[in-house]
């Protein structure tokens, strides 16, 4: 992809994602993640009234006398994009590929955190971390981040969520929300995603195709393995069925899986509208919140 080519691509999701914000998501984003973090500001004797919850243990057992501890809302928060550069995402049989859409989303949420003076960084991964750009709150930086995206090419192909999400615990030691963008086609992250979800707000965005839940009927196709480049002769007629099961039991199983860790999650698919399931999502997470 040419220079001229990569700045239009970026110049159109920015139009695309600013008017997509200024629409349908500023206000959303902003009641269901403004003050979800506090901070810790200092300690003062308790009063009557005040929650006993809050005591500071510790300081109470020094003086002799109930200290609770007080917490001021963060004045931004920390947005971070995990974003799948495998081989798997290098697929779309409607009219964008699987990483365009990641790209797409991550526009949206990351001109969104900027309308609310929320920093975003970046992180791609394959079957290890590839690249990490720390957080910054410029519209210049978000252009960054969307190109990076949008061209990252790694040269592994594989994909372990396990490594992303290790090296956010490591990185980040301030809380963030965390959106992890993959199809999730890999095993073994469960525990991960557990241990990040005690120290952020982890979101899981898994992003398919139509084929890859049902494919077209009767039909010889020429199919390869994006991530170990195995090439299979498929007749369609005769795994179509089979198929069709085997991803709606790998969906409920991801989704279980989600649920266990105490991560909330949006499933989105190439071709169909994203926005709706975020709708959906942001007004479930304010009713739970507020």
Known sequence: MSTAEVIKRVRTLEITARQLVNDTFAGHYSSTFKGRGMEFSEVREYLPGDDVRAIDWNVTARTGHPFIKKFVEERELTILFLVDASGSLRFGTRRQFKSELAAEITAVLAFSALANNDKTGLVLFSDREEKFIPPRKTRGHILRLIREVLTFTSRRTGTSVQAALDFVNRVQRRRAVVFVLSDFLDEGFEKSLRIAQRKHDVIAVPVADPWESRLPGNVRLLLEDGENQAIAAVNTGAVAPGFARD????????????????????????????????????????????
């Open 247 to 290: 991803n709606d039991a790998r969906r409920d199983a991801l989704a279980g899986l989600f649920k266990r860790a105490g991560v909330d999650s949006i499933f989105t698919e190439t071709g169909r509208p994203y926005t709706t399931a975020f709708l959906r999502f942001f007004r479930e997470r304010a009713k739970r919140f507020h």
